[in-house]
């Protein structure tokens, strides 16, 4: 049971939280709606780079506010659901194989941008390579620069694919009937 204190918070017994109950069971369908409904949420909104924008309090000071990259966010989403849907993903051989080869995409449109964004790098010549590097943090040719549009152009990309590894979660899901509604109504 919870206590009361005088400031009237409530603090919970951690023995009640380790209770274990018959009548509590873990249920795998439950888990996958939910994280399917978040998947949604996260796809259903703009999508926008992530930023920097500067914001002033009362008294005018100056506080610096991330916006998060709602792209990213959205296909952390669909991973996230992939990896909860994988034991459902073995029963169904169709969506699975069609998973794996839209993973396979998304491993070459990486290598794709890169080197384009390498190709491009080395267009510039020596004086226009050292102006990038002046205006910019650096530049690897291992990884994509986020200051440039090839990554912005990945993302775009990389999102698509994961639109697409999201439609193929759905058609399985539907496929095993799970979110069938409950008799009585509900």
């Given amino acids: 049971m919870a206590e ?12 009640d939280m380790l209770a274990y109950s018959k009548d509590l069971t873990f249920s795998h369908q439950y888990l996958v709606m939910r994280v399917y409904q978040k998947a949604q ?21 100056p ?23 994988i034991a459902d993903l073995k029963g169904s051989s169709e969506h699975k194989k069609a998973i ?10 990486f290598q794709e941008k890169l ?17 990038y590097r002046g205006e910019h943090i650096g530049f690897n040719f291992e990884t994509l620069s986020e200051q440039s549009n090839f990554y912005d152009d990945y993302v775009e990309n990389l999102l698509n694919v994961y639109r697409e590894i999201f439609e193929q979660l759905e058609l399985c899901l539907a496929e095993r009937k799970y979110f069938k509604r409950q008799q009585g109504g509900r």
Avoid: C, H
Avoid at 4 to 15: I, S, T, V
């Fill in 100 to 109: 794996d080869e839209l993973e396979k995409k998304e491993k070459g449109l």
């Fill in 4 to 15: 009361e204190k005088g400031d009237g918070l409530e603090f919970a017994n951690p023995d």
């Fill in 41 to 61: 949420d996260a796809l259903a909104i703009e999508m926008v780079r992530g930023f920097w924008d500067v914001k002033y309090d009362r008294v005018g000071n």
């Fill in 115 to 131: 080197t384009k964004q390498k190709t491009w790098f080395i267009s510039l010549g020596m004086e226009g390579q050292q102006r």
């Fill in 63 to 85: 506080i610096k506010v991330y916006f998060p990259d709602t792209r990213r966010a959205a296909i952390e989403a669909i991973k996230t659901l992939k990896n909860t849907m």
